[in-house]
């Protein structure tokens, strides 16, 4: 296993995700010897999980089942261990597609944080290209350092334990894209410009409030930025059920329901809805929105250096 | 050569030899070069009302006549200069707030300045020009819609992908961009061959290529029942020309469709999407100039079948290539995107990937996706189904004067994606119909038991 390269049987070392059914998930280090504890039951891993192929279901000690699963970048983001506030798969797509990232792109990040968007990008860059994430945070950086190690990815970045604002990412002249994730990013636009490539190159800043999307514009266009650009994405999420709905009575014979104009009571249609006369409903499938959605994250504002 | 971009006329030549990024005026016939930062001419006087109380819309606020304008446009004035002249003879410009004259400024520039900034094509810059040209073509995916499916695809250098488009071969560019030349692609096209108009823009180096392999989708059958052989080919010298022919139609049919569209916007356009379009005019025009050189060999005789049958041998050796890749079935992620009813293609097109790997289906409608996720869920062999969409919106940040753009998308598509899993043997047997009854309600007491945890 590598987060940045499929293996095909899980190997001692390897961090896997267990998959208990609906969204509820979590990850586990793969150990000779240890055990790890579901509400389905025991799974050890010596027996349970070495050897087995990504994907197979595992029979847990009380009979139930899980999946394991091989680690991306979106499962993880998903499952890990928060040290901050997070950025989610929605956010990251849009970060990547927008900052132009393929393999061999050199990208800077600031803060690293929980690493969730580090593991996208290294994901995004690898095999040729690196990361240079900057945390000002001494626990976290050791934390997000131990952690790349333990995934197999600690090749492609580099973790440096200082303060951007005030020291930069530590590079210069080399970044094919900046990556902004702290409180005042307006400070550190001038350190973005200087890690840029000379040639050019692109710059991503991620705030939740619009007062900081304001002062980082300004900033950016005082720097020579081109083709500044905020946008805000949102996901919706859809539950997939059949609905039914009752037929109200008004009171007319049995005789005229069967010829009331429902459509779909085409034998051509079925499939997509039904109407159930016994019953008097009229079923049908249907994607409904989640009850609550995350409304904001953030702001992103890109913009060019040319 | 001639190109055409918003209705006006140029020539490339004086643009070889700039960085990207660089920004140039179009003068008559010919490419200026311009500096990169115009010195803003609007700091003059600044003079401003403070509301819009006494301003009254009269229509006779601009002295200048619709002649004179376009006297001045005769002489060849700059445009910087006719904003001005505008300005200076606007009678109400000086009692506008600033932020209106500030806005006025903008309307006009973008009007008689004409400036193109040459940009580098890139997935970002093909997919917004696409969808804002052509969404027809690309099955209206949003940009964000397909940053989402190579996300969620888990797409990156070394993977073995299956993709399944009708939308120009964009999404299959997207998908190569992110490889970066690493691993493989295996290609499912209908009808004749696959298009590629949208793939030729992002100029990808030759070596992208290699491992870009094709297999027509309605030899799936035959491959999945193992009857798929070389003989069973389609019928090479019909096909040969037809896949000519489509994408020669193609290319002709492009250009002045794209015309009509740059006529027709009236919306805003933003600059970078000049440039890739003239890029894609450009190879379609070398791929013009390919085919007529083939055309002329082909016309001289013995020399003419020659040409066919090497290409029928090459065409035949990629295919049975394709064909082994597919066998193994070990793919690392399947990309659907196409016009097609998505369920069938993934029934079948799932057969051909590994477990625990991503897939992701597009589709412009919601309902073909309800089905497909019920389809799926009968079939078993997949989890975490999820059907999303993503909304986005795009905010003007100014001084005082931030707030979300009036106008937004209304929709940029559909995607379903799940992870697969290993089907178990009692599920995998369709025709034992008891294992599946006894597998339905177990799955959905655990399902149940979730729910509740």
New interface residues.
Partial sequence: MSFVEYGDTIKNGDTAIVFLGHESMFPVKVQHGNVTQTKYGVIRHSTDLIGKKYGSRVTCSKGGWVYILHPTPELWTMNLPHRTQILYSTDISMITMMLELKPGSIVCESGTGSGSLSHALIRTVAPTGHLYTVEFHQQRAEKAREEFREHGVEHLVTVTNQDVCKNGFGVSNVADAVFLDIPSPWEAIGHAKSALKAEGGRICSFSPCIEQVQRTCLAMEEYGFTEINTLEILLRVYNVRTISLQIPDLGKAAEDNSSTSFDCSNPSNQGISCVNLQQGTVQFKSGVPLREMVGHTGYLTFATKS | RKIIFEKQWFYLDNAIGH????TFEVTSGGNLQLK??VEETTTETKEAGADNRNIVDDGKSQKLTHDDIKALKDKGIKGQEIVQQLIENSTTFRDKTEFAQDKYIKKKKKKYEAVITIVKP???IL?TMYYAREPGKINHLR??T???M???G?I????KMIVMETCAGLVLGAVM??????GSIIQMYPGGGPVRAATSCFGFPKPFFDNLHEFPLSKMGSLLSGTFSTETLPSEPEDNTLVEEESNGLTGKKQPSLQETEEDSTTET?M?INETEEQETMDINAEDVEFKDIKEKENKGNVRIFVVEKKQWERRKKLIEAAALLREKNA?GLIVASKFHPTPLLLTLLEFV?????FVVYCLY??P???C??KLRERGGV???????????????L?DR?H?KLTMSGGGG?LLSG????L?EGKSDTSNLEALKMEEPSSKR??I???H?
Avoid at chain 2, 19 to 22: D, L, N
Avoid at chain 2, 156 to 159: D, L
Avoid at chain 2, 354 to 358: E, L, M, N, Q, T
Avoid at chain 2, 419 to 422: D, G, L, N, P, Y
Wanted: glycine share 6%; proline share 5%; net charge negative.
């Fill in positions: 960085i990207y990024g660089t990169e930062v890139s997935t970002r997919s940009y964000d397909l940053a989402q190579l996300t969620l888990n990156r250098a070394g993977n961009e992110r490889m970066g030349g690493y933003a970078e690392d590994a477990p625990s790997r991503p919601k309902e996706l309800l089905e996720y019920t989890i975490n189904l999820k059907l999303s969409e993503t909304w986005l919106r795009n905010y003007q940040v001084p931030s979300p559909y992870i697969t899993v290993v178990d655990c399902k038991q979730d729910l945890c």
